[in-house]
Structure formats: C-alpha cells, structure tokens
C-alpha cells in the first residue's frame, strides 16, 4: 500500500546501528535515577545545612539525649506510673503512646461492631430502619471529625451533673457513674488462685474448638448437623464458672465510692477519654458500615438463589454463603479504616486528651524544644503502627489467595 | 526452507504484486526469550523479505504472540538478533522509536484507544510521532477509513461500532502511520463469523498491496489464499516453514499433521 | 419449537391501584412480625430525635438577640441561633475587611464562571480548561485576596489570567451555540475556511497578542489595598487552603504515582517512600511539624509566614494522598492501551498524556471529589494550630463578649454547612460514579 502523499514524511533519517550512548536504555535508566538522587540529595543537603545553621545560631541542641531528662510534667491519665519531675522525656513518650493506643484499640473494637450493626441495619428490608442508618452514616461522614469531637466534648460532657449528682448507668447499683469528672467504673482486683480460673477458661475454649471440629467431621461422615453454638455456649460458661465457685471467688471489685468531694476506688476514665472513644467510634462505624453494606452487595445475588435452591436456612445462607464470599471485599477496607483510626486518635489535643501527640509534639516540645527530635519520633510511632497493620493486610490478603486458588 | 523456495512461491502467487525484491525486512537469528524459568522462543531463526505475507500458526501457548511481539519489541527477547528493516532491535531506544513507527500492529483485542473518536484514534500516530500537520494526518485518516470501508464512522467513538467494525479500524489506524511491515496477532478471533469475513477482505486487499504482514490466526482459508508462506510453532519452536499448498496438502512433520487434524 | 413473537405487545403499566401505596407500606415496613415491631421502635426514635431537635432549633429558638443573655430571657430551652447570625460575616470571610469583601466574592465568581464550561455537554478542549484552572486561576485569585503592589511576574500572570478568563467564556458560550470551539469559530468568522490553517493561526495568535496587550495595559494602573494574610479566616480561609491543596496535589500526585509505578528503582523507591510516609502519620502532625520545624529548613533571615507553612503542609500528604487515587485509576488502564500506543510510535510521555491519563482522570473523577471532601473535613485541623478558619471561628464566638460560652450553636451551624457542601459533594461524586460505568457501554 504504497502511499505517495505522506511517504515522503515517513522518509526518516534511519538511526545508527553501533551502541549510541545517549539513546541506550540503560544508560537512560542509569542516568534518570542519578538525576533523581542528585536531586533528592541537593533538597536534603539544603534542608540539612539550613537546619544545622539555624540550630547553631539559636543556639539549640540536638539529640535523644533529653530522652533520659526529667520532665517537668505529667500526664493526667497514664496507663503506666510517672510523677512529675521525675518521669524523664522517654516515659513520656511511652504514656502517649499507650494512652493513644489504648483509646483507638477501644474505639476500633467500638467502631467495628457499631459498623457492623448499622451496615446490617443499612441493608434491611424494613425501609423506615435502612433510611435511619443511612442517616446515621451521611450526617456522621459528611461532618469533619473535629467538630464531632468537640461537639461531644463541649455539648455533651460538659454539661454531666457534678460529682453529687452523678448518672448512674447501673441503674441504682451504684457501680457505673458518669459525671463531669468522667466514667467511673468498678475495677476487677483479682486474688491469689485466679489463675485456677484463668486456666478452666482456657481448657474451655480449647474444649469447643475440639467439640467444634468433631462436630463438622461428624456432620461430614453422617450428615447430622450436630448442634453447637448452645453446647460451646455451656462449655465456656459452666467450667470456669464451675472452678471459679470451688476456687472460693477470688475475684473482687474495687467499687467506686463517693468519699468527700470525689470517688475514690474503682477506674476513672476521663471524660477526655469518653469522649473521643464515642466520637471516634460513632465516626468510623458510619465509615465501617458503608464497608459492610459494599462488602454484602458485592456478593452476586446468583448466590443467594443458588444457596436457596440448595435450600439453604436464611441464617445459614449467610454465614455460609454470602459472610465468607464478602468479607474479602470487606476486611482490606476495614483495616485501613482501623488504621485511620488510630490516626484520628490524634485530634484528642482538641479536647486535652493526653495522647502521643498532645504529650509529645505539643506539651514537651514546648517545654524542651528538640522539635526534630520530637517530630520524627511521633512520626516514626504512627509510621510503625501502620507497617505493623500494613502487615496485617499483607497477611490477610495473602491468606485469601490460597483460598482462591 | 531456502530461499529458492520462497522465491518459487513469489513466483506461482495468484497475485499480481510483483515479485518479492530480494531485500530483507525482518531476520530472526537464533533468538530466545525466556519468562523467567520458561523457555517461550528457543533458537528461532525466521527471514522475512519485503512484500512476503507470513502465516503463524500453532496450538495455543506455543510462543506465537510472543514472536511477533518481539518484531516491534513489545516484548524484549534475551539473545539472538532481531533486524528489523535494517536495524537491530537492541536496547537504543531511538532504533526502538524508529521501528515502532515503521511496523504496524493489530491486535486481538482492537486496542482503540475509547476516549478518542475513530478520527482522533487515526490521527494520534501520524500527528505525534510522525509529526505531521493535524489537517494533513485528517486527510490521510479519512482515506484509509474509505479503504476499509468505514468513512461514515468518522466521528463515532469506538464502543459505538461493532467488532468488526473496531478491528477495521484499528487495521486503519496502523495504516496511517505508513508502515512497512504490518503485524497481526489473531484479529479474528475475537469476533463473529460475518465479521470475520470483512476483517479478512480488508487484509486481502492490503496483501494485494504489497504490504509485508505477518500474520498470526487459525484462519486457514486465509493463509491459502494470500500466504507466501505458512510457520507452524509448538513449544516455542518453529517446527514447519513451508509455502502453503505443500503446508496443508504434505506436512512434513508429525506434529503439524496432527495439528492440521485438529484444526481443519 | 419456534416461538413467534406477537405483534409488538403493548406495554401496560403496572395498574395504580389505590392500595398501591398501602401496599408499599405493608410490603416495605410491617412484613413481618419482628419488622413490625422494629418500625414501631424506630418510629418512637425518629419521633423522639425528631421531635427534640426540632423544638430546640426551630420552634424554641432565638434568632434575633443582641446578647446570649437576650437570649436566656426569650427562651431558655431554644437554640440561641443570634449569635451565629451576628457572626455570619466572621463565619465566612474572617477578619477580613469589611468593604473589601467584594475581592473574595469576585474571586468566587470567576472560578465558578472558569469552571462551569468543564460542565457543559458541547464545549471542547475541558482537558485545557481544567489545565487553565489549576495554573492561572491561582495568580488573579491571589492578587484579589492579597492585593498590593504586582510585580512584573504578578503583572504577566494576572493579565494571563484574565485574557484565559475572558478566552474560556467565550469558547464556552460558541461551543454551547455552535458545538464548535473558538477557534474553528473564528477562522470561519473571518471567512478563511480554505486558506490554510497557519494563516488562520495567525490570525488568532495576533488577535490574543492584541487583546494581551490591552488588559495588560488596563490592568497596570489598578491596584487593590493590601491584605496581610492575617486577616484571612473563616470559610473563605478553609476553600483556600484546601483549593490549593487539591490543585497542587493533583499534578504532583500524578507524578508521584508514575514515579510509584516506575521501573526506574530509585525513582519508585522515593516516590513510595514519600507516599507512605505521608498517608501513614495523622494530618495533625504533618501540621505541627509545618510549623514548628520548616523555620529550621530555610535559610537564616527567609521567614515563611504560617499560612504559607499550613499550605505547602497541606499539599505535601494531600499529594500523598492524590498520588494513591491516580494509582487506582492508573490500574484501571489496561495494559494493551499502552502497547497499542507504543505500537504507533507513542513515547513514554506521549502515552501518559494521550492515551492513560485522560482515561485514567475520568475514572478517578468520583475519588477526587471524595479526596477533596476528605481535605475539606481534614483543613478543619488547622484551628488547631492557631488559623482562624471556620472553625476557629465558630470556637472564637464563644469568647466573644456578649456570647460568652455559646458553644452548641455554632457548632451545629459549623457540621450542618459542612455537611451541606459535603454531601452535595458526595451525592455528586456517587452520581458520576453511575454515569461513567454506564456511559462506556452503548
Ligand atoms: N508476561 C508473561 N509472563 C509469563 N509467561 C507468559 C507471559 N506472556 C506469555 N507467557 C507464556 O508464554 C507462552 C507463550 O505465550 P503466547 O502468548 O506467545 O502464546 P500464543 O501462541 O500466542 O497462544 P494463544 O494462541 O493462546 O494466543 C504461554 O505459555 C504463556 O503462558
Ligand atoms: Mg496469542
């Protein structure tokens, strides 16, 4: 199909043959990645020089040494004991994190059941239900955390009764009360032969894991669907049970009593505390629920048919059928939301929440200076955390691979 | 497979293209690929003159894509040498450039680009990598869509034409660029029978041209009327290499009987 | 056995019988016992929630007052709406001048007249329209809000904008009328139909030099009153710190995410290492590290003001984030476009720019508003660190005399506009989302 018209300019000058070193490919690759680290290295060296100019004419320090000095405050909540004056840098640091931890561990287990359930209420048949989730999780999605945080904070905790007064959540028993103090709550103080009953606990659960699989291995050699959430139920419940009565109850609760102007005994969470689990929680769960809903309609709804036609029981169809096919498309979001979890726990310095950040890159970095210092090692915490949950996923997905194949 | 022979089947062709002149346009050397551990071409010498039509055919997995995606290194082999048009496909990207611009491609798939319009799809080659003014590739594009017969699609978007139509476009659109050697792996295979057919008249048109094609399909009918000669892969071997009467009518190899057993 | 297909069978719609919506009721709300019951349930619950809030924000509440004291007197109960009204001008332009504000509803304009042609059917060249967008908007939006003298660079850039401005609408208004662009329109205008196109070209390149030159000239004796950054707040401050966090984050996420999928190993090392880096820390500290550590990172006596500081910290995890949502539109591109562009002789850039990108930016559209909103809800952070932008100061009205300690109301009135622009946002995206997975069949 020889085209005059354009062949002239189709006439290319034919390249060289030989090696061409600025045409080769990996001269080219070698010579792009030298680019981008020469690169890379001139911004750091600016920024490194600028930084150590700057540190020399302020005349500040550097170095983890201030790690091991005594810091001049100390948290109100802590996992673990400090005083201030005492406690250094370093233990600081440790309580932040726990404390950060500790509250998105709470509202990643809050926001994950919470999610669940509005994302199962989302998918009702009954529309008055499904529309009040998906209010739920519009209003909850469409407004920035921080304002949840401090709505809760300012609008509902504030205005808790004072000590005299407090809500008892118990219902008359005195033992849960929440004012504006924060949430009191009785305190298990376990005594000496515990463990007896830690150890029927154990044996119990491992008990139904054997109970379990036999019953599917029978259920395969006979077909007689074995009955066994009651009997696992029974299981878990009567043989510690059993032990911890014969053991003389050596598990007490250290109840909070009001003594004078405040209680005393039992845990105190802050209402700091309360507070940003709710909000973190209420937040994600409308995140988790959308997740579950996606994850649940994903599943062709062939396979509803399919497992009906089996004749399959609609509680049976789920947790056989549709929960295992949707939890693939389901889990990989869910972590990455338990991630965002944690991240979010950070806005607690809007409320005073002493968690790593409001500890370490606002209190003691205004106290010590050391803002390098300070940064990175926040930074490097949540950077940890998340290649730890990163992991998770890996492993998660890696594990639904093999089923696939 | 001699030259004698290939110059014996320019001769007989029922065509009235002149005779293949002698130069070479694709050579194959002792090439290999690998895939990692797998062994996909192994000691492939193939010559391709200019104005030949080759037929690749084989069971499936056997290396044939791969073979004619190393011609416009689309894919990258690991020793041997590949000469396209005169140039030694080797990591220069310029030669690299060059030949892409100079070999066509039709793919199984179509492979129009879907946010473009059939005219824009056309024009994309001649105007970016060609270089040539937008009103001047438009001229050429509608052209070659008069030639396969699709003028009035000019402004469609390809998911508004049909299987048949897309291929005959994509066909288009490799034209466009004015290449010297035209590739196609398994362009029917993705479509109906009727369509099939108008896919296959446009590349009969285009051998009749002159065009050198290699061609890769399981259409035999096909191969009988335009090849010059017909290449039968299995295992990432070339196992036959024959002009096509003495292909189909006297294999010489078992394993090509038993594959023309299968597939005929 | 052959089926002989009637007569085209008229198509009868479902009869509306007057149960229909009784119906509806039974079949969607009392189909069981169990749903019975949970409808009763929730009903109590919507009647309950419903109920409070409405009392409460509507039929109880103060809307006009001059003090929340005013207030307590009128209802005691009710929403002490006043005060939010006293602050609206605060709520949404911060401290900024009073008989200035006319700069910041101007600047509104013109984005909102650059951006509409993106939404009209017949208008060609969007792609350059978006492109005009995030490159020359910024420079007369800036000069608005800031004001002072221009320098030469701001002089060339603000006239750029302008003549963009000015060239936008008109290509729009031609194509909505003609479905033609601009500039077939006027080398048709000017009857050159068969002269060739470099004449016409001509034409136009001496038409836009002219009108350049004019509104260069016009634009060198106007000057506004400058406005130091400090008395930027309020919403106005929010969209502007998250509209050039997502202006910026977009061409720079797309290079992070080529550079993620690049096979140049130092390349992707640093791209996925920022990347990681940045989507792995909260956003607070990203902030906080903004401001307490890039006066270290410049030179001596080269002082970033903390607006500057917020912004690039903002565009710096944004862009993270960005770089991710171009990597799953990325991967939405099947391999074969790429060997089909290359097939035609298509470089590496080529490709990206014609063939991947376009695709791959109409399938991301739906995750780039989401990334926005999420940007929007996450620019609420900087309050914490001292910008007065919404919500700094919807919290600052509560110090503010005579509303001393209303905090509930402005906070409401805070979520509700951000829901307001959110969910629109949303609805929209969802909306897009539906569009582009049909619009690709036939
Ligand atoms: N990217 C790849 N990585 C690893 N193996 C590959 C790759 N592409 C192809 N292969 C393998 O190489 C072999 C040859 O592939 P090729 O596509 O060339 O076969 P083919 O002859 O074109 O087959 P078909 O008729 O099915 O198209 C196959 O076994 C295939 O599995
Ligand atoms: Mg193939």
Redesign the pocket.
């Known amino acids: 199909m020889a085209v005059s018209d354009n062949s002239k300019k189709s006439e290319q000058i034919k390249p060289k043959e030989q090696f061409d070193f600025f045409h080769d490919e990996r001269v080219r690759s070698v010579l792009y990645q030298l680019l981008t680290a020469a690169a890379v290295a001139l911004v750091a060296w600016f920024l490194i020089s600028n930084t150590s100019k700057n540190l020399e004419a302020r005349g500040m320090h550097t170095g983890f040494s201030f790690l091991n000095v005594a810091a001049g405050f100390d948290s109100y909540f802590k996992l673990i004991p400090n005083e201030a004056g005492v406690g250094t840098y370093g233990r600081i640091f440790v309580i932040g994190a726990l404390n950060t931890l500790y509250v998105s561990l709470l509202a990643i287990v809050a926001s994950t059941i919470l999610g669940f359930f509005i994302g199962i209420l989302r998918l009702s048949s009954n529309w008055l239900v499904s529309k009040v989730a998906l209010a739920y999780v519009e209003i909850f999605r469409n407004t920035p955390l921080l304002i949840q945080i401090v709505f809760w904070y300012i609008s509902v905790f504030s205005l808790l009764p004072r000590v005299r007064n407090s809500i008892d959540l118990s219902g008359g028993l005195e033992l849960v009360l929440l004012n504006n103090r924060g949430l009191y709550l009785p305190w298990p103080v376990p005594g000496d032969s515990l463990w007896l009953t830690g150890i029927a606990l154990i044996v119990a659960i491992i008990a139904v894991c054997v109970f379990r699989r036999w019953a599917k291995a029978s259920q395969d050699k006979t077909g007689q669907i074995v009955p066994t959430i009651i009997p696992s139920c029974l299981l878990l419940i009567v043989l510690p049970g059993a032990v911890y009565l014969l053991t003389g109850m050596p598990l007490e609760w250290d109840v909070p009593k009001l003594a004078g102007l405040n209680f005393s005994g039992g845990a105190t969470l802050p209402p700091s505390f309360v507070t940003l689990l709710v909000a973190l929680s209420a937040y994600h769960a409308s995140y988790t629920a959308e997740m579950v809903r996606a994850g649940i309609l994903s599943v062709n709804s062939g396979q509803y048919d399919a497992a009906r036609s089996l004749g399959l029981k609609q509680g049976r169809l789920m947790s056989l059928v549709i929960i295992p096919q949707a939890m693939p498309a389901i889990v990989p979001p869910l972590i990455s939301n338990w991630m965002s979890t944690i991240k979010n726990s950070s806005l607690a310095i809007a409320i005073g929440y002493p968690d790593l950040v409001s500890l370490f890159m606002q209190t003691s970095l205004n106290q010590a200076g050391y803002a390098i210092e300070l940064v990175s090692m926040t930074m490097a915490f949540y950077m940890f955390v998340s290649l730890i949950i990163s992991g998770l996923l890996n492993i998660y997905n890696k594990r639904i691979q093999l089923v696939e194949r | 497979m001699t030259e004698t022979k290939t110059q014996e089947a320019g001769k007989t062709r029922k065509h009235l293209v002149s005779a293949a002149s002698s130069s070479v346009m694709i050579e194959f050397t002792q090439v290999n690929k690998w895939?990692?551990d797998?062994h996909?071409l192994k000691n492939i010498d193939l010559t391709v003159h200019q104005g030949e039509r080759i037929v690749v055919c084989?069971?499936?997995?056997?290396?044939?894509?791969?073979?004619i995606?190393c011609i416009n290194h689309l894919?990258e082999h690991q020793s041997g040498s590949i000469v396209v048009d005169g140039i030694t496909l080797n990591r220069n990207l310029k030669n690299i450039d060059y030949i892409r611009t100079e070999v066509g491609m039709v793919f199984?798939n179509f492979n129009l680009f879907p946010h473009l319009t059939i005219l824009e799809n056309l024009c994309l080659g001649p105007i970016w990598a060609r270089k040539i003014s937008r009103a001047d590739a438009e001229d050429v594009a509608m052209k070659y869509l008069e030639r396969v017969k699709i003028p009035e699609q000019a402004e469609k978007y390809p998911e508004q034409l049909s299987g048949g139509q897309q291929q005959r476009v994509a066909i288009a659109r490799s034209l466009c660029m004015n290449p010297k050697i035209m590739l196609f792996?398994?362009p029917t295979?993705a479509l109906d029978p009727e369509m099939i057919k108008e896919v296959l008249e446009v590349m009969i048109e285009l051998a009749d041209t002159g065009m050198t094609m290699v061609v890769?399909t399981?259409e035999m009918g096909f191969a009988q009327i335009v090849a010059d000669r017909v290449i039968l892969?299995d295992k990432?071997e070339i196992v036959e290499e024959n002009e096509p009467v003495a292909f189909f009518n006297n294999p010489q190899h078992e394993r090509t009987k038993m594959f023309l057993s299968q597939i005929l | 056995m052959t089926i002989i297909k009637p007569v085209e069978s008229p198509t009868v719609t479902a009869p509306l019988s007057k149960n229909s919506a009784l119906r509806w009721v039974r079949k969607n709300l009392f189909n069981s016992v169990f749903n019975t019951v949970l409808t009763f349930v929730m009903l109590y619950f919507v009647y309950v929630a419903g109920k409070g809030m409405w009392s409460w924000g509507i039929t109880d509440a103060v809307w006009i007052a001059d003090t929340r004291r005013e207030c307590f007197a009128i209802s005691i109960d009710g929403a002490c709406w006043a005060g939010v009204y006293a602050w609206f001008d605060n709520i949404f332009y911060g401290r900024y001048p009073r008989e200035e504000l006319w700069r910041i509803n101007l600047g509104l304009v013109c984005l909102v007249i650059w951006m509409v042609p993106l939404w009209l059917p017949r208008v060609k060249a969007k792609i350059s329209i978006g492109m005009t967008t995030v490159f020359l908007y910024p420079f007369l939006a800036g000069y608005l809000f800031s004001g002072g003298a221009k320098g030469v660079f701001m002089q060339f850039m603000v006239t750029a904008a302008i003549v963009c401005l000015l060239v936008n609408t008109l290509h729009a208004i031609v194509g909505v009328c003609s479905g033609r662009s601009l500039l077939e329109f006027i080398v048709t205008l000017f009857g050159k139909k068969n002269a060739s196109s470099k004449r016409g070209r001509n034409i136009l390149v001496g038409l836009f030099a002219i009108i350049f030159v004019v509104i260069y000239i016009w634009q060198m004796n106007w000057t506004v009153e400058r406005i130091p950054w400090t008395k930027w707040g309020g919403l106005f401050l929010t969209l502007v710190i998250s509209g050039i966090g997502i202006a910026m984050a977009l061409p720079s996420g797309i290079l992070l995410a080529l550079g993620r999928r690049s096979n140049l190993t130092i390349v992707r090392v640093f791209s996925t290492t920022f990347i990681e880096l940045f989507r792995s820390v909260p956003v607070i500290t990203v902030l906080f590290m903004a401001t307490t550590m890039f006066p270290l990172f410049m030179p001596q006596g080269f002082v970033l003001n903390k607006l500057v500081q917020v912004i690039i910290a903002v565009c710096m995890f944004n862009a993270a984030y960005m770089a991710e949502t171009v990597r799953g539109g990325l991967q939405t591109i099947p391999k074969r476009q790429f060997e089909a562009a290359h097939t035609i002789g298509l470089g590496y850039w080529q490709t990206m720019g014609l063939i991947i990108m376009p695709q791959a930016l109409k399938h991301m559209i739906p995750n780039i508003v989401g990334n926005f909103i999420t940007l929007l809800k996450d620019t609420t952070l900087v309050s914490i660190i001292g910008l007065f932008d919404v919500l700094g100061m919807l919290r600052s009205i509560s110090k503010d005399s005579p509303w001393l300690g209303l905090h509930k109301e402005p906070l409401v009135f805070g979520a509700f506009l951000f829901f307001v622009i959110c969910f629109a946002m949303s609805k929209y995206s969802r909306h897009l989302e539906v569009k582009l997975s049909t619009s690709h069949k036939k």
């Not at chain 2, 084989?58 to 073979?67: A, E, H, M, Q, Y």
């Open positions: 895939y990692d797998f996909v084989g069971p499936s997995g056997s290396g044939k894509s791969t073979l995606r894919e199984q792996d398994e295979s890769v399981h892969m990432g």
